[in-house]
């Protein structure tokens, strides 16, 4: 009796086209050698209560980072993805911890107040002892946050030595992260684009990520949107994305585009991430609301898995250069825009009652036809549209959300997706009623293979799947079932998988 219901159980499996396969994968095992990586700047808020800037930057400190106290252990979060992601110590590592003096700013030396680990080294050893301590952690490496301007209290006229020295260290302490910010020279495009330069003789394995300047995309190994509110984000980095992808000519690739803290944009756009949400969920220490991440709308600090799931995508497909393919960018703007309360922000007038409002193309596609979104009777809400196909092959498309009123939401729409060829990787991000992909070049498949970008279990979908000719409908159902199948209990996360054409 016992097998026959084990015959049953095998067949109504069958019958429903859904059989699961553990220990084959469509994620490759060998981290992502993409620009990627973990910001400590909003932990440093959190753990002063953003009480100020001044204070903020007194959390930046060794025991912080590597200690095992409460709220420390910086360097153990997002553990999954450490091989994957550079660990960037943000602003203040080489500021005295005492007075934060500014006169240090730029010295690129860790300061051994912040580091007593390192106290009495040169220079070029408190880097690398750092470096190792990072990768002893299992980080890809360390990144660091740096002061667009030689130190005031040890400015020379020689420009050229004093940055060569220190992109020196970095190359013996296998540092190969710089992420360069506010300084003196901050704006000039002519110093951004002369260091950038500079660091490929010096110390040709590390990436310089430029920002502020968009004319330097021509030459930064990435360019970051730069700070937006994260109530608001997501039509603000899609705008900023789109207008830095229609600043240069199609030709070789030039700038990868880190779109900070938004993973499915990434994904969907080509685009690397600079990761600031952090482990630490809820309200600060003291019991206030955490603004940077306030607990309405996407609530981003419950949604840790939608980060695996970019980091995993970036295994298979690598962002690329801005000017790399041929861009279309809707004319049709999507308006967006968030009744803000207390304590949702960090932007000081963006008080209770404030229209927090922003608008962005309504689609974005790179090197692909402009998909075709059509939404239901009835609906009038259209989500934002993002496809780019990858120059491996790997195609995304990525189905995002808006923001209205009060309220994150997520539309769904029949979005159709023309391709050339069905025999690359397909990533499928957020929520749809219905994503067709029509194919002009069919190759052979016995089967279409999907699996939670999360996960590590592959599903036969093959009889879920619509197909007329070379017309394949996925109905948004399995797209939720499939790309949540490994979700992390209370994330919020939207779906997100890979798919495949297989033969």
Same mark, same amino acid.
């Given at each position: 009796?016992?097998?026959?219901?084990?015959?049953?159980?095998?067949?109504?499996?069958?019958?429903?086209?859904?059989?699961?396969? +553990?220990?084959?994968?469509?994620?490759?095992?060998?981290?992502?050698?993409?620009?990627?990586?973990?910001?400590?700047?909003?932990?440093?808020?959190?753990?002063?209560?953003?009480?100020?800037?001044?204070?903020?930057?007194?959390?930046?400190?060794?025991?912080?980072?590597?200690?095992?106290?409460?709220?420390?252990?910086?360097?153990?979060?997002?553990?999954?993805?450490?091989?994957?992601?550079?660990?960037?110590?943000?602003?203040?590592?080489?500021?005295?911890?005492?007075?934060?003096?500014?006169?240090?700013?730029?010295?690129?030396?860790?300061?051994?107040?912040?580091?007593?680990?390192?106290?009495?080294?040169?220079?070029?050893?408190?880097?690398?002892?750092?470096?190792?301590?990072?990768?002893?952690?299992?980080?890809?490496?360390?990144?660091?946050?740096?002061?667009?301007?030689?130190?005031?209290?040890?400015?020379?006229?020689?420009?050229?030595?004093?940055?060569?020295?220190?992109?020196?260290?970095?190359?013996?302490?296998?540092?190969?992260?710089?992420?360069?910010?506010?300084?003196?020279?901050?704006?000039? %495009?002519?110093?951004?684009?002369?260091?950038?330069?500079?660091?490929?003789? !010096?110390?040709?394995?590390?990436?310089?990520?430029?920002?502020?300047?968009?004319?330097?995309?021509?030459?930064?190994?990435?360019?970051?949107?730069?700070?937006?509110?994260?109530?608001?984000? !997501?039509?603000?980095?899609?705008?900023?994305?789109?207008?830095?992808?229609?600043?240069?000519?199609?030709?070789?690739? !030039?700038?990868?585009?880190?779109?900070?803290?938004?993973?499915?944009? %990434?994904?969907?756009?080509?685009?690397?991430?600079?990761?600031?949400?952090?482990?630490?969920?809820?309200?600060?220490?003291?019991?206030?609301?955490?603004?940077?991440? +306030?607990?309405?709308?996407?609530?981003?600090?419950?949604?840790?898995?939608?980060?695996?799931?970019?980091?995993?995508?970036?295994?298979?497909?690598? +962002?690329?250069?801005?000017?790399?393919?041929?861009?279309?960018?809707?004319?049709?703007?999507?308006?967006?825009?968030?009744?803000?309360?207390?304590?949702?922000?960090?932007?000081?007038?963006?008080?209770?009652?404030?229209?927090?409002?922003?608008?962005?193309?309504?689609?974005?596609?790179?090197?692909?036809?402009?998909?075709?979104?059509?939404?239901?009777?009835?609906?009038?809400?259209?989500?934002?549209?993002?496809?780019?196909?990858?120059?491996?092959?790997?195609?995304?498309?990525?189905?995002?959300?808006?923001?209205?009123?009060?309220?994150?939401?997520?539309?769904?729409?029949?979005?159709?997706?023309?391709?050339?060829?069905?025999?690359?990787?397909?990533?499928?991000?957020?929520?749809?009623?219905?994503?067709?992909?029509?194919?002009?070049?069919?190759? %052979?498949?016995?089967?279409?293979?999907?699996?939670?970008?999360?996960?590590?279990?592959?599903?036969?979908?093959?009889?879920?799947?619509?197909?007329?000719?070379?017309?394949?409908?996925?109905?948004?159902?399995?797209?939720?079932?499939?790309?949540?199948?490994?979700?992390?209990?209370?994330?919020?996360?939207?779906?997100?998988? !890979?798919?495949?054409?297989?033969?």
């Amino acid at each position: 009796m016992k097998s026959w219901y084990l015959v049953i159980i095998f067949c109504l499996v069958t019958i429903a086209g859904f059989s699961q396969k +553990p220990g084959y994968s469509l994620i490759p095992s060998n981290p992502s050698t993409a620009p990627d990586y973990f910001c400590t700047w909003n932990i440093q808020g959190y753990t002063s209560d953003y009480t100020s800037s001044v204070n903020m930057r007194k959390e930046m400190k060794e025991s912080n980072i590597f200690g095992a106290g409460k709220y420390q252990g910086w360097s153990k979060m997002f553990s999954r993805l450490h091989k994957d992601l550079y660990l960037v110590l943000d602003d203040a590592w080489d500021t005295p911890l005492e007075n934060g003096d500014k006169n240090y700013y730029g010295s690129l030396i860790p300061d051994e107040t912040r580091f007593p680990s390192i106290k009495d080294l040169l220079p070029e050893l408190r880097l690398s002892s750092l470096s190792l301590k990072t990768k002893q952690s299992g980080w890809k490496g360390l990144g660091l946050w740096i002061c667009a301007q030689q130190a005031p209290n040890n400015i020379t006229e020689d420009s050229v030595a004093y940055w060569t020295e220190r992109l020196t260290w970095m190359h013996k302490a296998g540092i190969n992260y710089w992420k360069v910010d506010w300084g003196k020279n901050s704006k000039s %495009a002519a110093w951004r684009t002369w260091l950038t330069q500079l660091a490929k003789q !010096v110390a040709p394995g590390i990436i310089i990520e430029q920002a502020m300047t968009p004319s330097v995309l021509a030459t930064a190994d990435v360019y970051r949107t730069y700070d937006v509110e994260n109530i608001i984000a !997501v039509p603000h980095t899609i705008d900023r994305i789109a207008k830095l992808l229609s600043y240069l000519p199609k030709g070789e690739a !030039v700038s990868i585009i880190n779109c900070e803290d938004e993973p499915y944009i %990434a994904a969907g756009t080509g685009s690397s991430i600079g990761i600031m949400r952090h482990e630490f969920n809820g309200n600060l220490p003291k019991g206030k609301q955490d603004h940077a991440f +306030p607990p309405v709308g996407r609530d981003l600090k419950s949604r840790l898995d939608e980060v695996v799931r970019c980091i995993m995508w970036h295994r298979i497909a690598l +962002p690329f250069g801005i000017n790399k393919t041929e861009i279309y960018i809707d004319t049709v703007q999507l308006h967006d825009y968030w009744l803000m309360q207390n304590d949702e922000t960090w932007v000081k007038d963006h008080v209770a009652g404030f229209k927090n409002a922003w608008q962005a193309p309504a689609i974005i596609s790179r090197g692909l036809v402009k998909p075709t979104v059509t939404l239901q009777n009835g609906d009038t809400l259209k989500p934002y549209i993002l496809t780019s196909q990858y120059p491996n092959g790997a195609i995304a498309i990525a189905s995002i959300g808006r923001t209205i009123g009060r309220a994150y939401l997520t539309p769904r729409a029949d979005v159709v997706l023309k391709v050339t060829k069905n025999d690359q990787p397909f990533g499928i991000f957020g929520y749809y009623n219905s994503l067709t992909i029509e194919v002009d070049q069919l190759t %052979a498949f016995n089967k279409i293979l999907a699996q939670d970008l999360a996960g590590n279990i592959l599903t036969d979908i093959t009889e879920q799947i619509i197909r007329k000719g070379n017309s394949f409908t996925i109905p948004g159902s399995l797209i939720d079932r499939i790309g949540l199948a490994a979700a992390s209990k209370d994330d919020k996360s939207e779906p997100g998988l !890979v798919l495949i054409f297989k033969k």
